[in-house]
């Protein structure tokens, strides 16, 4: 179906592809708005395309990176039509579970040579563990993290440092980065996060033309991403009022109105609210002052 939401973000990811200052793009919208499914299939459209091209995905575990590749990269490369699928190595199967492999399968004996001379893109994409230098020393061309709001095995904002250089070569960007997520609390990813999303405003750049992190970033309204007409276009209003239905309903537990905002945000504000299941004071009334103190709202 056509959603009004996924044309703007393609169209901000074309433009980050074809910025040459931008290094990749940061992608925060409400829980299971399709940021998952949009990442894998840039890696896929990318890399079943492109010569001598790598790709790579991370997320807050390994397992969840895994989990990643099979649903967004492998289950769609299955479904697509026969003349979008360009040779693959079967050797593992149609159903890879490590990497999807762009390359002539694997043949031994008299029949080794019959395919040599036949045309493959020797691309692949595959997954790493969550952890701070998995994919260091890598060239890559695409790279994806998910859920980089809830990475509390590592620091999401040092990781990045190491990953950026994957795609930055000599000072030129030769590879471009899909990191999305929505936030959980401050103590599991999100103050890590939140640096990185501090570091990714476009409207402040150094004088290479580029942000602090290289990323710019996009921030969609849950009520611009949950009710459509049938052009696909966004119910907004109607969208709205039944989020803000759902937190007047849950005004007497703090922690889990903190919850259903940040992953439910009207705002940036929103997707950094604090929970108050360990707070000795009134957690919205905290969230609100430093709403104000930070966003100046």
């Not at 492109?50 to 969840?64: E, H, R, V, Y």
């Not at 993290?145 to 795609?167: A, M, T």
């Not at 990714?200 to 991403?225: C, H, I, V, W």
């Not at 922690?255 to 000795?280: H, Q, V, W, Y």
Request: with cysteine; net charge neutral.
């Amino acid at each position: 179906h056509f959603r009004d939401n996924d044309r703007k973000s393609y169209y901000v990811w074309r433009y980050c592809e074809e910025d040459p200052c931008c290094g990749g793009l940061i992608s925060v919208a409400r829980r299971r708005e399709g940021k998952t499914y949009k990442g894998g299939a840039m890696l896929l459209e990318f890399m079943s395309r492109t010569k001598n091209a790598n790709g790579g995905i991370q997320s807050k575990t390994g397992p969840d990176a895994k989990a990643v590749f099979q649903k967004a990269v492998v289950n769609v490369f299955k479904k697509l039509p026969s003349f979008f699928r360009p040779v693959f190595d079967t050797a593992s199967g149609v159903t890879p579970t490590t990497s999807l492999r762009f390359t002539k399968p694997t043949k031994k004996g008299k029949g080794a040579l019959d395919d040599l001379e036949k045309p493959e893109l020797d691309s692949f994409i595959d997954w790493k563990s969550s952890e701070l230098f998995a994919m260091d020393g890598r060239k890559e061309t695409r790279h994806m993290e998910d859920e980089v709001g809830k990475s509390s095995e590592v620091d999401v904002y040092e990781r990045w440092q190491v990953n950026r250089f994957c795609l930055d070569q000599d000072g030129e960007w030769v590879g471009k980065a899909w990191l999305t997520t929505t936030v959980e609390e401050m103590e599991n990813g999100g103050a890590a996060f939140r640096r990185l999303w501090n570091a990714s405003e476009s409207k402040e750049k150094d004088l290479n033309g580029r942000t602090q992190s290289g990323l710019y970033r996009l921030f969609m309204p849950a009520y611009d991403t949950t009710l459509f007409d049938k052009y696909g276009l966004p119910r907004a209003e109607e969208a709205r009022v039944y989020y803000i239905n759902q937190r007047e309903g849950l005004k007497k537990d703090s922690k889990a109105l903190s919850s259903i905002i940040r992953k439910n945000p009207f705002t940036e504000a929103e997707m950094f609210r604090i929970d108050g299941d360990k707070c000795l004071y009134d957690s919205e009334l905290l969230n609100d002052q430093l709403d104000f103190l930070s966003w100046g709202k």
